[in-house]
């Protein structure tokens, strides 16, 4: 009972890690950003990919998607030359 009070010999412990190293900077390749894409799938169906996010629609879809475009561009305001 009283060797609960003792110091252990610690051979489970897992020894300090070694000192990190320190790494040199690689620039990263110049990539050509891509906006967004269009394309058509197998299924024939359109799809579009802007960042993370793609829709794939249908014939349907793709004149809606229109229509709508169509709206908020004539919403927006010309600049002036």
């Known amino acids: ?5 003792k110091k ?6 897992v020894p300090l890690f070694p000192e990190p190293k ?16 269009i394309g058509v799938t197998s299924e024939n169906r359109i799809t579009f ?3 993370i996010s ?3 629609m249908n014939r349907e879809g793709v004149e809606n998607l ?6 908020f561009r004539d919403q927006i305001k010309e600049e002036q030359e």
């Open 1 to 5: 009972m009283f060797d609960w009070f």
């Open 22 to 37: 320190a790494v040199p900077y690689v620039e990263p390749p110049n990539k050509e950003q891509e906006y967004y894409s």
């Open 66 to 71: 229109i229509q709508q475009l169509v709206v």
């Open 49 to 51: 990919k802007t960042g």
């Open 8 to 13: 252990s010999d610690y051979k489970n412990v």
């Open 54 to 56: 793609t829709l794939t």
